[in-house]
């Protein structure tokens, strides 16, 4: 049996709310927690249960659903459902798995159920499995931690430097960071991730790493990378 998805319905039009919430009770995957048009009722929701999917539309009044996902966009996965196609390109930076074009019908609400689900089945790490999954590019990254060489901070970006490529990813370090196994990478600097495999030499206040590779150890980070040396 596969997995129950948690999921809100949002859109300032009652008849749209109706329409995909009845669709929603149609398919049996499905647990409606919300179906309504006020904004800030979603946002409770939101943020005290657990919600795996939400529908979304674009233009509201209280808050647009482009702002909603600015706030929410690390948290949750969206489905937008909007009658305006020209949105489709500046919502895909988010965590977008599908943009339903109104009027909506079944077949094609059901159609982004089976790429959620597909999407899931893809990406979501298995028990004991870990890995980093990141999207960049409009594209989704599955990451072995084995490939990681460093990540570097670039103010609201990451770029990740792999032994293959360099991924540009619209993320904060501290939520990279929560995403790692913790046994296995050091935050060392401000702007700077390290798998602990990697390191070569610790001189000073300065690592190399095995592909030569020279970074600095930031003041608040000394006492980490000590303790780290300590335990080995």
């Known amino acids: 049996m596969k997995k ?15 329409l995909i919430a009845d669709y929603a009770s149609k398919v049996p995957q499905l647990q409606v927690l919300y179906a309504d048009s006020d ?34 966009n690390r948290q949750h996965n969206f489905i937008i459902t909007s009658a305006y196609p020209q949105y489709a390109l500046e ?13 909506i019908t079944f077949n094609r609400f059901y159609q982004s159920i089976e790429k959620y689900n597909r999407w899931q089945e893809a990406f979501q790490p298995a028990e004991n499995d870990h890995f980093l999954f990141v999207k960049a590019d409009r ?32 993320e904060n370090m501290k939520a990279i960071m929560e995403q790692l196994p913790p046994q296995q990478f050091v935050r060392i600097h401000r702007s700077y991730i390290i798998p602990l495999n990697k390191i070569k030499v610790i001189e000073g206040n300065q690592i190399q790493l095995s592909d030569g590779t020279f970074l600095p150890i930031g ?4 006492k980490l990378v000590g303790e780290w040396i300590a335990k080995k």
Do not use: W
């Open 39 to 72: 904004v800030y009722q979603a946002m409770e929701v939101l943020n005290t249960q657990t919600v795996d999917l939400v529908f979304l539309d674009i233009q509201m009044p209280q808050l647009t659903g482009i702002e909603l996902m600015q706030l929410f």
């Open 219 to 222: 003041e608040t980070y000394r």
């Open 139 to 170: 594209k989704h990254y599955k990451i072995s931690p084995d490939t990681i060489i460093y990540i570097e901070g670039l103010k609201d970006y990451i770029r990740i430097h792999t032994t293959t490529e360099k991924i540009m990813v619209l």
């Open 4 to 18: 129950k998805i948690n999921c809100i319905i949002l859109d300032d039009e009652p008849f749209a709310v109706k």
């Open 91 to 103: 919502t895909y930076q988010f965590h977008v798995i599908d943009f339903l074009l109104k009027p």
